[in-house]
T-cell receptor, first 116, second 116 residues
Framework: AQTVTQSQPEMSVQEAETVTLSCTYD???????LFWYKQPPSRQMILVIR??????QNATENRFSVNFQKAAKSFSLKISDSQLGDTAMYFC?????????????FGSGTKLNVKP | DAGVTQSPTHLIKTRGQQVTLRCSPK?????VSWYQQALGQGPQFIFQ???????QRGNFPDRFSGHQFPNYSSELNVNALLLGDSALYLC???????????????FGQGTRLTVV
């Protein structure tokens, strides 16, 4: 069964510091895409970063980077130089490449609080 | 481009009633997916529409039904509402020809449904 596990329900970090959010997943497929989405109080899901499973190089987007360990089925998100605007719920998710219609499997989320 | 728009933003219904939620996809997108996000949880896949047909369905009862129109907009209908149906309902749009995660899905801001 396809599952996503985020074991940290809530985390806090001081502004300008670095924080890492954990995610593990389970799929029997070898090709898939992994995502981190941010959901601020406005409720709209915003894509933070995406990783293609067949690419060994970890994806980076400005202050956001991932540590992708395919064998361990682990996909953690590192936020550097945390900003107050990073305060939000963060969801880890994946889509199997065999799926033509982009069905997401989401984790339960990590609430990140950036403190001034 | 207005992105994905959902209406209404909030809704209060009584147990046993029926509700219809609406979604207009991002311009150029042809696939609409619906997700239910209970409080404090990650989104759960309900179903997906492409070419006016339901293509995939999650583990939701038949009380949940939908429709897609020729202009790609979509409706989610829930009959015989239960208290447990109270949740944020998210709509996501994407392009089917770039399925399998090889495209960015865009999410609406959701409809907050409260069943009393």
């Amino acid at each position: 069964a396809q599952t996503v596990t985020q074991s940290q329900p809530e985390m806090s970090v001081q502004e300008a510091e670095t924080v890492t959010l954990s995610c593990t997943y389970d799929t029997s497929e070898s090709n898939y895409y992994l995502f981190w989405y941010k959901q601020p109080p406005s409720r709209q899901m915003i894509l933070v970063i995406r990783q293609e499973a067949y690419k060994q190089q970890n994806a980076t987007e400005n202050r956001f980077s991932v540590n992708f360990q395919k064998a361990a089925k682990s996909f953690s998100l590192k936020i550097s130089d945390s900003q107050l605007g990073d305060t939000a719920m963060y969801f880890c998710a994946f889509i199997e490449s065999a799926d033509n219609f982009n069905k997401f499997y989401f984790g339960s989320g990590t609430k990140l609080n950036v403190k001034p | 481009d207005a992105g994905v728009t959902q209406s209404p933003t909030h809704l209060i219904k009584t147990r046993g009633q029926q509700v219809t939620l609406r979604c207009s996809p991002k311009s150029g997108h042809d696939t609409v997916s619906w997700y239910q996000q209970a409080l404090g949880q990650g989104p759960q896949f309900i179903f997906q529409y492409y070419e006016e047909e339901e293509r995939q369905r999650g583990n939701f009862p038949d009380r949940f039904s939908g429709h897609q129109f020729p202009n790609y907009s979509s409706e989610l209908n829930v009959n015989a509402l239960l208290l447990g149906d109270s949740a944020l309902y998210l709509c996501a749009s994407s392009l089917a020809e770039r399925g399998g995660g090889n495209t960015e899905a865009f999410f609406g801001q959701g409809t907050r449904l409260t069943v009393v």
